[in-house]
């Protein structure tokens, strides 16, 4: 088994974009890991929608040999991290595997707000922080000047940190030297129960639920009983190993320090979770590793089957994601006019975005998704406090005392040109100023605080347009607060929608119910009576469209030879009838749901 | 009863004609310009085509034979003449049969009005190949609606058809209107009924307009929006097209015609009994171009491509099989039931009550009583105990109404 000091895990955390795929690319081949042929761009990247839009969602290993400029030969555990904020909880999972952390800085863009809040995270599991400046080919990289904001926001040595260029290979040699140097190997006891942090986990359809692990004491071997020390689940380990880029290599035993996976005929998708401690069955340790947590989404919404009848093949798919993701929630929701489905729970948009994504591709499931919203607090008149998240399970408003909802605090690097326009932004988003500071003539880094709500669909994107894209965002829950909201709700044909009821702060109620009204206007077919929509709070109508009813549907002309293309027309009316929801005795179109339930572009 | 011997069943026959001077900008029929030697090829392969299938219908008396186009008035006499001599020698045409020639004003000789080219048919050569009733493709008596409309003639000039055709003899004549034209109002629209109605024809066929796709009109006014620029008037908002339609409705029935179908009005007897075949689902042989048919419980259409119709060789079956044939179907009895109501209650008299249970052995409220019910309710069907139609309301609506006829 190899030597423990010559073993280095380490992650690589950087602001999305900054090149942190890129070099672990570049670490890769360099070691001779893969070869040139092999390498597909970001290899880490495997999964296609990953690859598509050029983020990391997964966490991804690597074991890499490396023989050092001391002779030595090291064994390097590259741990791959995703860059996005909703991913938090796998990103700490994933720095608790390791002992270091390569902080790739963009020379020309420098330290940028998520830049920060990785460092600080990794800081916090008392990682060794290895700066790296990458982009140095770029003409407007200015190497010396990140320096000088490495020291002075993040507060690390980086006058020594290695400045290279992923994409084009320079200096990586470097950074491998420094891999050594600067990170120390794990510790651990060898001789101590098996004691592993699971940091992700793969449901394969032969082996059944793989988990990735690092050791922090003790090894572990093939056919030994370990235990799930969460759930106290026991299997007998099938298959061990570590990963080369791209695939599983097995092998017969692991010890401490590394980094590897196992799989032991796990086909419950409940049993491994991420940050669960894996120990021996027949010894084990007397505690699970810190750190392990359920951790609360942020957002919520509602996912229905186009097709009723998939309503089980949605459920399957979303217990095997749930799998490879523990931080995704689900239960069982029932609307009046979309049947049977689910409401999900998400850390943050993109992860909504993705989860959506890969049910549509990769479990070809069609869906209807109603708008995100978030969790409030609801204090009733008798005392009884209710966290609702889905707008119908709102008390009747003579039962409410008053109600809170999530609030962020939210840290936004923006160009001094743009701090004007981006200031506006937060306001019309109900956000409170807290601080301003400069970090040098032309940055500045704004806190806000904002309610969860009006950020969680478009403030991300509006941020961008309005910058030009230099603005960055990150933000944390901050806690709830109290705000005057109200539930609106709109009727079709005098009969409430349940799936189109929002839950919305007070003074916004009338301009977006009257959006939604004329929305609604323009989806729903004439039928052949006029159609009245409404928007109403409580039993106050606020707003009103009418679709007029439908006047001309006739063929003037039908002979001979027009009858089979008639036949074939009614068809496709019936069909089109078929299709859309029956609402009371008005028939709405699926596409209208969603095009209404899409919030507006601003 | 001849009705019930299939062998004796009666017959209609149509026959299509593809040809035209120049296609109008709204039509989406069968039909393109060619030149004379080209016409003169099809007349003569449809004349083949009439005489191989024969064979199945020795025996049935024909009721009805009507000649549609593109514009048949544009054979000559000698075409027309051979064309109808086909059909008196291999089939049986009753003595008292209904036959049409569909004719566009400007391109019939009018004698003594202007100089036609020899080839030219007159009405009178009309009346001497059989021809008992003329349809006349009018549309419209405003000038500048006819030139919008892409019309090859003028209001004088059917002006002037219309009296040779009298002069000719002819007692069965039938006028084309459209209403809902683009820059149409509901008074140029009267002007035009007003004016159609002195001639006192025996049948008047008033059609809203439909933009087609593939049309230029299609190009213009598709997807409903309308153009609204200085050479391109708009169309008729949706209210004042129904208005246009009820109109007419009520102008005609005032003037002596019964509305027997959802277009179609006549001089009381004056029905075309032709067209009657389709909506009462009466067995019909359509040959020619594109030509339908429905005969013993069969639908089938011919090729529309020229091509693949000129290079067929006469032989009995041949014209029914593919690529000949573009279409062949027996119907189920589930779609003789839908046909039965979605062309029966195009008609004013609609459906009758003990005819269907006649026909198919079960009680029209056993397969339908729901659908019916509903509509009675909201006043678009009315049911009288002996026969099921549409209310004037129902009309405006019927596709909406129609499409909940199909079953399953």
């Known amino acids: 088994m190899t030597d423990q000091s010559r073993i280095r895990n380490f992650c690589i955390i950087a602001h999305i974009d900054h090149g942190k795929s890129t070099l672990a690319d570049r670490i890769i081949e360099k070691t001779g890991t893969l070869t040139s042929r092999?390498?597909?761009?970001?290899?880490?990247?495997?999964?296609?929608?990953e690859r598509e839009r050029g983020i990391t969602i997964k966490s991804q290993a690597v074991r890499i040999v490396y023989h050092a400029d001391d002779g030595k030969e090291y064994i390097f555990n590259l741990i791959d991290t995703p860059g996005h904020v909703d991913f938090n909880y796998e990103v700490s999972r994933a720095l608790a595997a390791c002992e270091g952390a390569i902080l790739v800085v963009d020379a020309a863009q420098g330290v940028e707000a998520q830049t920060l809040a990785n460092v600080y995270m990794a800081i916090d599991h008392n990682l060794e922080i290895m700066p790296v400046i990458n982009k140095i080919d770029l003409p407007s990289a200015d190497p010396d000047r990140t320096v000088e904001e490495i020291e002075d926001i993040i507060g690390i040595e980086a006058h020594d940190a290695p400045r290279i260029s992923a994409k084009n290979g320079i200096n990586i040699e470097e950074v491998l030297e420094q891999i050594i140097?600067?990170?120390?190997?794990?510790?651990?006891?060898?001789?101590?129960?098996?004691k592993a942090l699971i940091f992700d986990s793969l449901y394969d359809p032969y082996k059944g639920v793989i988990a990735f692990f690092r050791i922090m004491d003790g090894s572990i071997r093939n056919g030994m009983k370990v235990r799930m020390m969460s759930t106290g689940a026991e299997?007998?380990?099938?298959?061990?190993?570590?990963?080369?880029?791209?695939?599983?290599?097995?092998?017969?035993?692991?010890?401490?320090?590394?980094?590897?996976?196992?799989?032991?005929?796990?086909?419950?998708?409940?049993?491994?979770?991420?940050?669960?401690?894996?120990?021996?069955?027949?010894?084990?340790?007397?505690?699970?590793?810190?750190?392990?947590?359920?951790?609360?989404?942020m957002v919520y919404c509602g996912i229905f089957p186009e097709d009723g009848a998939k309503y089980p093949d949605l459920r399957d798919a979303l217990e095997k994601l749930q799998l490879n993701d523990a931080s995704l929630f689900f239960e069982p929701e029932t609307s009046a006019a979309l049947g049977f489905g689910f409401r999900c729970g998400f850390l943050g948009l993109l992860h909504l975005e993705i989860v959506t994504e890969r049910l549509e591709r990769e479990y070809a499931l069609e869906l209807i998704t109603t708008a995100p919203s978030v969790v409030y607090r609801v204090y009733k008149t008798n005392g009884v406090m209710l966290e609702i998240s889905n707008p119908s399970n709102m008390p009747d408003p003579s039962e409410i005392e008053y109600m809170e909802e999530p609030i962020v605090s939210a840290e936004i690097m923006v160009t001094t040109e743009f701090i004007g326009t981006i200031m506006d932004l937060c306001q019309e988003r109900r956000g409170v100023y807290i601080s301003i500071d400069y970090i040098e003539a032309t940055r500045a880094l704004l806190k806000y605080e904002l309610p969860l709500n009006e950020i969680i669909y478009d403030f991300f994107d509006a941020l961008k347009s309005r910058s030009r894209g230099y603005a960055s965002f990150d933000y944390?829950?901050?806690?709830?607060?109290?705000?005057?909201?109200?539930?609106?709700?709109?009727?079709?044909?005098?009969?409430?929608?349940?799936?189109?009821?929002?839950?919305?702060?007070?003074d916004s109620a009338y301009d977006k119910g009257r959006r939604m009204c004329e929305k609604l206007k323009d989806e729903i077919p004439r039928q052949l009576f006029e159609v009245p929509i409404q928007a109403a709070i409580g039993s106050k109508i606020i707003a009103r469209e009418t679709v007029k009813a439908l006047r001309k549907d006739v063929l003037a002309k039908c002979y001979g030879g027009d009858i089979s293309r008639k036949k074939k027309l009614l068809e496709k009316q019936k069909e089109g009838k078929k299709k859309m929801r029956q609402i009371g005795s008005v028939e709405i179109p699926k596409q209208a749901f969603l095009n209404v339930l899409k919030l507006d572009d601003e | 009863m001849a009705e019930n011997d299939i062998r004796k069943k009666p017959l209609s026959i149509y026959l299509h004609f593809p040809f035209c001077v120049k296609k109008c900008s709204y039509c989406d029929f069968l039909s393109f310009s060619a030149d004379g030697s080209v016409r003169e090829d099809y007349i003569a392969k449809l004349i083949e085509e009439i005489a191989c299938r024969s064979g199945g219908f020795r025996g049935r008396p024909v009721r009805t034979?009507?000649?549609?186009?593109?514009?048949?008035?544009?054979?000559?006499?000698?075409?027309?003449?051979?064309?109808?001599?086909?059909?008196?020698?291999?089939?049986?045409?009753?003595?008292?049969?209904?036959?049409?020639?569909?004719?566009?004003?400007?391109?019939?000789?009018?004698?003594?009005?202007?100089?036609?080219?020899?080839?030219?048919?007159?009405?009178?050569?009309?009346?001497?190949?059989?021809?008992?009733?003329?349809?006349?493709g009018l549309q419209s008596m405003d000038d500048g609606e006819l030139r919008l409309l892409g019309r090859i003639h003028s209001s004088q000039q059917f002006l002037e058809s219309y009296d040779a055709a009298r002069g000719a003899g002819f007692t069965n004549i039938n006028v084309d209107l459209m209403s809902g034209l683009p820059g149409q109002s509901l008074g140029s629209w009267m002007n035009t009924l007003e004016r159609v109605c002195a001639l006192s024809p025996e049948h008047i066929s008033a059609y809203s307009l439909i933009i087609e796709e593939g049309t230029p009109?299609?190009?213009?006014?598709?997807?409903?929006?309308?153009?609204?620029?200085?050479?391109?008037?708009?169309?008729?908002?949706?209210?004042?097209?129904?208005?246009?339609?009820?109109?007419?409705?009520?102008?005609?029935?005032?003037n002596g015609y019964t509305h027997y179908e959802i277009s179609n009005f006549s001089k009381p007897g004056c029905e075309c009994r032709h067209n009657l075949t389709y909506w009462y689902r009466g067995d019909y042989l359509g040959m020619g171009l594109g030509a339908a048919s429905l005969t013993d419980g069969c639908r089938s259409a011919d090729t529309a491509d020229l091509d693949i119709y000129m290079k067929t060789k006469a032989a009995p079956g041949a014209f029914l099989e593919k690529p000949l044939c573009a279409e062949l179907s027996r119907l189920s009895r589930q779609e003789q039931m839908e046909e039965t109501m979605f062309l029966g209650l195009r008609c004013r008299s609609g459906v009758g009550i003990r005819h269907f249970e006649r026909v198919f052995g079960e009680s029209i409220y056993s397969v339908y009583g729901a659908v019916i019910e509903n509509y009675v309710r909201t006043g678009m069907i009315r049911d009288d105990g002996k026969r099921i139609s549409l209310t004037a309301g129902g009309i405006d609506v019927s596709n909406w109404i129609l499409s909940d006829f199909l079953i399953g």
Request: charged share 25%.
């Open chain 1, 38 to 49: 092999e390498m597909q761009e970001q290899v880490l990247d495997n999964m296609d929608l």
């Open chain 1, 181 to 194: 140097t600067k990170i120390p190997a794990p510790e651990g006891d060898p001789q101590a129960p098996l």
């Open chain 1, 235 to 297: 299997f007998d380990v099938v298959e061990v190993g570590y990963f080369g880029a791209g695939r599983l290599i097995p092998c017969d035993e692991l010890g401490t320090g590394m980094v590897g996976y196992m799989s032991a005929s796990i086909k419950t998708l409940q049993e491994t979770r991420v940050g669960d401690t894996i120990t021996d069955a027949l010894g084990p340790c007397d505690e699970a590793l810190p750190g392990y947590k359920k951790v609360n989404p």
């Open chain 1, 476 to 506: 944390e829950l901050k806690g709830y607060q109290r705000s005057k909201l109200v539930k609106l709700d709109i009727l079709v044909n005098r009969e409430m929608v349940d799936a189109l009821s929002f839950i919305v702060f007070a």
């Open chain 2, 65 to 136: 034979v009507f000649i549609g186009g593109g514009t048949p008035s544009l054979m000559s006499k000698d075409q027309l003449s051979r064309l109808m001599g086909a059909v008196y020698r291999y089939y049986e045409v009753e003595d008292q049969a209904e036959i049409s020639m569909e004719c566009n004003p400007g391109t019939v000789c009018c004698a003594g009005m202007r100089p036609c080219e020899p080839a030219r048919l007159s009405f009178a050569d009309i009346r001497d190949c059989g021809i008992n009733r003329l349809s006349i």
């Open chain 2, 217 to 254: 009109f299609y190009k213009l006014y598709g997807c409903g929006e309308e153009a609204g620029r200085a050479d391109c008037p708009a169309l008729p908002d949706e209210d004042t097209e129904r208005g246009m339609y009820h109109l007419a409705r009520h102008f005609l029935r005032d």
